[in-house]
Nanobody, 122 residues
């Protein structure tokens, strides 16, 4: 089995910062891309940022310049540094990863974490 466990969410004032972490564990041979998505109440889940195994990143336009995604391949962990937070950043943030569990797997399978709540409010 594979688990993605997020941490670091919470309540922060507008203009503040938070750092989210997501660690993948279990039977893992290799991890391709990892990413963060978010889902606000009544809205669809949307991409926040994504990073490949080689470190190439891409961001949703609303997050560029404020959020930074990074990863530690040795720890199977992805991070999201969020600065200059706004009330509209309030959402449940989900970690995702494309994982091969075994050497002979032909394709990567997508996995999700359970989500962590981020609330930006004064």
């Amino acid at each position: 089995q594979v688990q993605l466990v997020e941490s670091g969410g919470g309540l922060v004032q507008p203009g503040g910062s938070l750092r989210l972490s997501c660690a993948a564990s279990g039977s893992i041979f290799s991890i391709n891309a990892m990413g963060w998505y978010r889902q606000a109440p009544g809205k669809q889940r949307v991409l926040v940022a994504r990073i490949t195994s080689g470190g190439t990143t891409n961001y949703a336009d609303a997050m560029k310049g404020r959020f930074t995604i990074s990863r530690d391949n040795a720890k199977n962990t992805v991070y999201l540094q969020m600065n200059s937070l706004k009330p509209e950043d309030t959402a449940v943030y989900y970690c995702s990863a494309e994982i091969k569990r075994f050497r002979d797997d032909y394709v990567y399978t997508g996995y999700w974490g359970q989500g962590t709540q981020v609330t930006v409010s004064s």
